[in-house]
């Protein structure tokens, strides 16, 4: 990615947004801007109707658990498909509240994005249509893919810990 | 004992029986065998990778036809044989618990692949680990997917099943044990 | 003359619609996979569907956290299983990208023409059950009998069928043989005849048209807020195809063209895929004819298996491939995404490294999950028989859905 191009889309944030960006890098030919958790939804926005960046193409977005700091990371990556530029946009949330505004209003993709998100991580998504587990059981009740939690079915009597070491 | 016709194209086994102008005399069981073995309907509950394995042993090149496979029923009702090809999660064993029981007896369930039999590769909190966990299973045919030469093997081992099955023995109390095992009533 | 208006209203009480809810359930022979949809019918028509995923949900991105790199490939597979090898590419891409590794050209182009292989074979699936479902029972058999020519070229190189796991971190594992080469050429000379014959059935059939055109569409506008990609992308009229967006694996030395749709509808889905085999077999022709000579893979010690010879006779070798397959190499931190043109669109990989044995956190952004969420809009005013033809058309593939 051109520096040009990323200090235009880092100005059109700062431009309305002061403040709200923590950290930028480029990995691995990303452009990677860490933001404040409050405005994202806003800052996303912005980024879709503005003509300078026009993000509009959701490619993905998850959430990471890290354990050591207490927080959910969300990660959110955008595309422009007429320029073939792509961003990735992350905050963090802290464990005990991991609560964000959706993202369906702008993009209908993000319905089950966020669906899946809040049955792997449990981070609940404000204004979503329809909030329920989408992959695993209805009635579960834990957060899978935390890391607290184990990969193994707890039921399963006949295989030898020594031998398989979970 | 082999019999070949006038063209040189080999015939199956015939029983055992006495045979005479007109007439074959042989036990009950062995005809209903017999018959049975060579028009088995299966149901192909497939679900995922073993079951594209299922559609080439169906095609030309394997073909399940041979053996008396030609028509797939996916109504249970109507169905003898259940194959279950491929993973089964634990959101949807009560499903084919549902299908299980719909079958009409009498009624064989073979196994396809290591997902079914075992839970495969997948030791994870939401995958099934096996099916006999929740319905009898028959034969089991392992593979990660396996070839359709050993789905054939299979389907073959349920035809010597079926051909040796005695009539009484959905009757029997050793086969009510084992539904009651399960929980079927 | 004034015409009296017929005396109805005293005597008539229009009765409150009535509607009834089907249920396309998980086992159906028709949905290619299990997926379940409660239909709410008026009659015939389809008035609301609600879907209902995670029949085969195998925790997929959980598993790779327990997991070294090369024996998350495996897995990887079993996502799009129809076709494989470019799940498996895919995913030793984006390790090479976190491990910052050259690969050599002939590694790439050897890539490009199984990854074209594997398109081929995904869109044969999908093709012959379109036609299935719409009653044309021949073009499966002759379909299913070419992807048993490009089953026996994948054995030859890596051992398996469907399942692949082709391929290693770097490379391949060993130098295509003779036979492999035979066998390629081989398909190239018998399946464009066969699928010459698959379009003449199909392509321009009256019934086969006058069944698919206007069923299922969807606009380019709403295709890009649902995030779609791949061929339901292209037939939307949007040409987007990660292979010339941000090229991988030199396909920017091959030239080939895009299909694209207009309506977004089953026919124009069909089309798209019929090109798109057509441009692949282009794709690997040029690869073929263009192939440099050079090392079948990359030095990469620390994650290619090292060959056997050396393993016995030399003590660095032993230890690296001791290292290896306990799982003891450490991954260089990183945070990398990476995608390639799958069978169904931009199949991505974004991977979390922390130094560990085995990656943080690994996301796989799958084309069929994201772009299924459509399925109650396009099939809504449709009646059932096209809404199994929607659902066939789109390409969804269990494994991928619910990963």
């Given amino acids: 990615m051109e520096l040009e191009d990323q200090e235009k889309i880092i100005e059109t944030i700062q431009a309305k947004f002061e403040g709200e960006i923590l950290r930028t890098e480029m990995l691995y030919d990303f452009l990677t801007i860490t933001l404040k958790q409050e405005k994202i939804i806003e800052v996303i926005t912005h980024l879709y109707h503005h003509p300078d960046t026009k993000f509009q193409y959701l490619t993905t977005l998850f959430a990471v658990h890290y354990p050591d700091q207490n927080q959910i990371g969300m990660v959110y990556q955008l595309h422009n498909l007429v320029t073939n530029l792509r961003i990735r946009l992350k905050i963090y949330l802290p464990i005990e509240n991991p609560t964000v505004p959706t993202l369906t209003g702008l993009f209908a993709a993000a319905n089950w994005m966020e669906r899946e998100t809040y049955d792997f991580f449990g981070v609940l998504f404000e204004g979503h249509p329809n909030l329920k587990r989408i992959l695993n059981v209805e009635d579960m009740i834990i957060f899978p893919l935390r890391k607290e939690y184990p990969l193994e079915d707890q039921v399963r009597e006949d295989k030898n810990d020594l031998m398989f070491g979970r | ?185 | 003359m004034e015409v009296k208006q017929p005396a109805t209203d005293q005597f008539y009480q229009p009765r409150e619609k009535q509607y009834t809810y089907l249920n396309l359930g998980p086992t159906h022979p028709a949905t290619h996979g299990i997926f379940q949809n409660v239909l709410k019918m008026d009659g015939e028509i389809i008035v609301e569907a609600t879907p209902t995923i995670g029949y085969i949900h195998r925790a997929f991105e959980k598993l790779a956290e327990r997991r070294p790199f090369y024996q998350i490939t495996p897995i990887t597979d079993r996502m799009n299983y129809c076709s494989a090898p470019i799940n498996n590419f895919g995913w030793h891409m984006t390790v090479e990208k976190l491990l910052g590794v050259e690969i050599p050209k002939r590694v790439q182009y050897l890539r490009v023409i199984i990854m074209e292989l594997a398109r081929i074979t995904d869109h044969l699936v999908c093709n012959a059950v379109i036609g299935v479902d719409t009653g044309a029972l021949t073009g499966f058999v002759y379909m299913f009998q070419q992807r048993e020519l490009v089953y026996e070229i994948y054995e030859e190189i890596c051992g398996a069928r469907l399942t692949s796991n082709i391929g290693r971190i770097g490379g391949f594992e060993r130098e295509w043989s003779p036979k492999t080469w035979e066998k390629i050429h081989r398909f190239l000379k018998e399946f464009p005849l066969v699928l010459k014959e698959f379009e003449d059935l199909l392509n321009r059939n009256r019934i086969f048209m006058d069944r698919t055109i206007g069923c299922g569409g969807i606009t380019a506008e709403r295709a890009l807020n649902y995030s779609f990609s791949g061929v339901n992308l292209r037939a939307a009229g949007v040409d987007y195809d990660v292979r010339v967006a941000k090229p991988y694996s030199s396909y920017e030395d091959f030239e080939f063209v895009i299909p694209v749709g207009k309506n977004g509808d089953v026919y124009d889905r069909f089309m798209v895929r019929q090109e798109e085999m057509w441009q692949s077999l282009s794709i690997i022709r040029q690869a073929i004819e263009k192939m440099p000579e050079g090392p079948f893979h990359a030095k990469v010690p620390d994650f290619y298996l090292p060959p056997k010879e050396e393993v016995y006779n030399n003590m660095e070798a032993l230890i690296y491939h001791f290292k290896i397959v306990m799982g003891e190499t450490d991954i260089p931190k990183g945070e990398v995404y990476h995608c390639v043109e799958g069978g169904n669109g931009e199949l991505g990989f974004y991977l979390i490294s922390d130094g560990g044995r085995t990656p943080f956190r690994l996301h796989m952004r799958r084309p069929c999950f994201i772009y299924y969420q459509a399925y109650p809009e396009m099939i809504k005013g449709s009646m059932l028989s096209d809404a199994i033809l929607t659902m066939s058309s789109m390409n969804v593939i269990a494994g991928e859905l619910d990963a």
């Avoid at chain 2, 491929?86 to 064989?108: D, H």
Wanted: hydrophobic share 40%; net charge neutral; proline share 6%.
């Fill in chain 2, 1 to 185: 004992m082999e019999a070949t016709t006038a063209s040189g194209i080999k015939l199956g086994t015939k029983p055992e029986g006495v045979e005479g102008p007109g007439f074959f005399a042989t036990s009950l069981e062995k005809v209903v065998g017999m018959a049975r073995k060579n028009s088995i309907w299966p149901l192909p509950f497939a679900t995922s990778c073993c079951g594209i394995e299922f559609m080439a042993t169906m095609g030309a090149h394997y073909d399940l036809a041979r053996f008396g496979s030609e028509r797939l029923s996916f109504s249970p009702r109507q169905a003898d044989l259940l194959m279950v090809m491929g993973t089964i999660a634990k959101k949807m064993g009560p499903v084919l618990r549902q299908v299980y029981e719909q079958m009409a007896e009498p009624r064989w369930v073979l196994s396809v692949g290591a997902c079914a039999s075992s839970g495969g590769i997948f030791d994870t909190y939401s995958v099934l680990q096996g099916i006999d966990r929740i319905i009898p299973v028959d034969v089991y045919v392992p593979g990660c997917p396996p070839r359709p030469e050993q789905i054939i093997d299979g389907v073959m081992k349920i035809q010597k099943l079926v051909e040796t099955e005695s009539l009484r023995r959905r009757d029997s109390d050793e086969y009510k044990a084992l539904l009651n095992k399960y929980g079927i009533a």
